[in-house]
């Protein structure tokens, strides 16, 4: 990235008005989500444990494996084992042939290629006469999932990772937007990837640096790549360090997790880390999501808040709620705490497709031997069952925010019902406020419990479109100020909240106060050089600047700052920062219409008609959506 020159007489800007920087959030905030600094959450200058020598440190599955070779030998054909692989060694599932290559989703086109070992992602947009108006092609470093279900896949750009929306779904075998990705508005290429999704797909990250967010070591971003022994078990280095000085064997090893050891609800905790997501996961202050540790509850660092169902109207389930519904089935409420995950899963070994229907029938008559299925064996022997358990008392579910896809219903129901496809990724409707999952709050104080209410609530409101509820929150983070007024993600939050009430004042106080704890937030740098751009504050070019240089993939991002390049009458720079931003989004109208109003003004009169009939032909297809 060019570095412009200092921004030394940017002082008077284009007055574009709220309503510009308004839209303008609306990307901000799906790009990077209501908690993107909550890794640092909590005081200045909090962080999570890191890499204390004293402690017990990590070293890996291949250490484990030294001794539990068997063991590892099985768990590397589990899907676990395969969460996160680079894209030049993944097992080859997707259909690259030409014919499959290529799909329509929102006006644009996809297409899919592979070439000298590397796998491209190209979004494609066409005229009226078949001409293309942009082709944006990335190359993708990494694949996320085992391809079970399906297959997404990671662009690294230095120290930081961005998901494409492109992704392989293996049960319709065919290519499609990825999940999250709606035909009518979605991320393309510049969905930042952090710690709360890395935490579940991948063993363990590098992060760049103990202060840092969402960035990881550029050379090579994680330590292991996907999830491994430790995940489980905890960190080994004690662990190894005693068994390889001492051949004598301790039954009661305190230096390592070995989950059937633990209470029960210890043991959920270490499978909910990743499969209990709920609406919400919200962090105790100075906590990161790695700092949990097997053996000790999940809600000592995170509380996971729900909805009162994961299902819709159609009865379809929210993609990662398998935990939720369990709970809600009555093998789980009859066993009175004895039902677990563990209970059906292996977490060492998954049975082969061959093996699946008798080895979940040995685990439902685990329970169920005195009293099995109550139809006639003939009847048990029929199609599609064909003697499975789960055939009929966990059918599949079709997903409601993942498309292409179904799941067990793990309500282990009596009787089979159907759900439609999903379509489109649903609005949260307005409903009753999310409640902590199961007992999970029982470790916050009255303040904390106050604390994470109010980032629930302003998570809720968003989603939904609740302003009452957003006011109630934003009345809950005043509060919580008065009495600690250290607390910078909740002031953070509060500086959001003004924002959205479009109360540009306050929320401008609020963040240059969280700024100052927290000089490299993206997301206080983006709405405080919103915020300046919208008032002519000569503050805002800083900002945007700063903005750029933590992450230049920004498409939209580019286009206040080149505004106020040209105001400032630095018109060249201002052309090359729109050349930029466009080509990192090609789809951002106004950035489009700034650099043809510079190249006129260049006399540049021919490629600034060209941009305009651009703006004109990308935005009708746009409007489509």
């Known amino acids: 990235m060019d570095t412009p020159s200092e921004d030394r007489g940017v002082e008077k800007m284009p007055r574009a008005g709220l309503l510009i920087a308004l839209v303008a959030v609306i990307g901000f905030v799906a790009w990077f989500g209501w908690e993107r600094d909550e890794e640092l959450a909590g005081k200045p200058g909090a962080g999570g444990t890191g890499e204390d020598p004293s ?28 969460t996160l692989q680079p894209v030049g060694t993944a097992e080859l599932i997707e259909d690259f042939d030409a014919d499959r290559q290529r799909f329509v989703g929102g006006q644009r086109t996809y297409q ?44 690294q750009r230095k120290e930081l990772l961005f998901e494409s929306p492109i992704t392989w779904y293996s049960q319709t075998s ?30 363990r990250p590098a992060v760049a640096s103990a202060g840092s967010v969402d960035r990881y070591v550029a050379e090579n971003p994680f330590h292991e790549i996907s999830i491994g022994c430790e995940r489980c078990h905890g960190p080994g280095g004690q662990h190894v360090d005693l068994y390889s000085s001492s051949s004598s064997v301790n039954a009661v090893d305190p230096l390592i997790v070995s989950s059937g050891k633990l209470a029960g ?65 009555r093998c789980f409420q009859g066993s009175e705490g004895g039902m677990r995950c563990t209970t059906c899963h292996d977490p060492h070994r998954a049975p082969t497709v061959d ?8 685990r439902c008559n685990s329970c169920h031997d005195k009293r ?44 089979m019902s159907q759900t439609r496809a ?28 106050r604390r994470a209410d109010a980032l629930a609530w302003f998570r809720q409101a968003a989603d939904a479109g609740d302003r009452e509820l957003a006011t109630r929150a934003r009345k809950r983070f ?41 000089p490299d937030s993206e997301p206080y740098l983006t709405y405080l050089g919103l915020i300046g751009y919208a008032t002519d504050d000569a503050s805002a070019a800083r900002h945007f600047r700063r903005l750029l240089e933590l992450n230049p993939n920004d498409g939209e991002a580019h286009g206040p700052y080149a505004d106020m390049l040209e105001s400032a009458g630095k018109l060249d720079e201002a052309i090359r920062m729109a050349e930029r931003g466009l080509a990192r989004d090609p789809t951002v109208l106004d950035l489009r219409r700034s650099l043809a109003r510079f190249l006129h003004k260049a006399g540049r009169a021919a490629d600034a008609r060209e941009q305009e009939r651009k703006v004109e032909q990308i935005g009708r297809r746009l409007r489509r959506r």
């Open 112 to 155: 899919i290629e592979r070439r000298d070992g590397e796998v491209f992602h190209h979004e494609v947009m066409f005229d009226d006469d078949g001409g293309v108006l942009y082709d944006q092609a990335e190359t993708v470093q990494f694949a996320i999932g085992a391809g079970v279900k399906g297959r997404s896949y990671l662009l």
């Open 265 to 329: 609800h210890l043991q959920d905790d270490i499978c909910n880390q990743c499969h209990l997501e709920g609406k919400i996961r919200v962090l105790r202050p100075g906590k990161r999501f790695d700092d949990f540790r097997p053996g000790e509850p999940l809600g000592k660092t995170w509380t996971v808040y729900v909805a009162e169902s994961p299902f819709d109207g159609e009865g379809r389930p929210l993609f990662t709620s398998h935990v939720e519904q369990m709970h809600a089935s």
């Open 355 to 362: 093996e699946r229907a008798s080895f979940y029938k040995s």
């Open 174 to 203: 065919s290519w499609g937007l990825s999940p999250g990705y709606p035909p009518d508005l979605h991320y393309r290429f510049g969905r930042r990837v952090g710690g709360d999704c890395l935490a579940c797909h991948s063993g």
């Open 372 to 415: 099995g299925c109550s139809l006639p064996t003939a009847e048990q022997q029929k199609a599609p069952a064909a003697g499975s358990c789960i055939a009929c008392h966990m059918p599949k579910l079709h997903s409601r925010d993942v498309a292409h896809t179904t799941q067990a219903d793990h309500r282990v129901v009596r009787r």
């Open 55 to 82: 402690e017990n440190n990590y070293v890996g599955s291949r250490a484990c494996a030294e001794c539990h070779q068997q063991i590892a030998a099985d768990y590397s054909r589990h899907p676990m084992a395969r």
């Open 478 to 518: 005043e509060q919580i100020l008065a009495d600690d007024p250290d607390d910078t993600e909740i002031r953070g939050r509060l500086g959001f909240a003004w924002f959205r009430a479009r109360n540009l004042a306050a929320a401008k106080k609020e963040l240059e106060r969280a700024l100052r704890s927290r």
């Open 422 to 449: 999903v379509r489109d990724v649903e609005r949260e409707s307005v409903g009753g406020d999310w409640q902590p999952f199961g007992t999970m709050d029982q470790h916050l104080s009255d303040g904390e419990r």
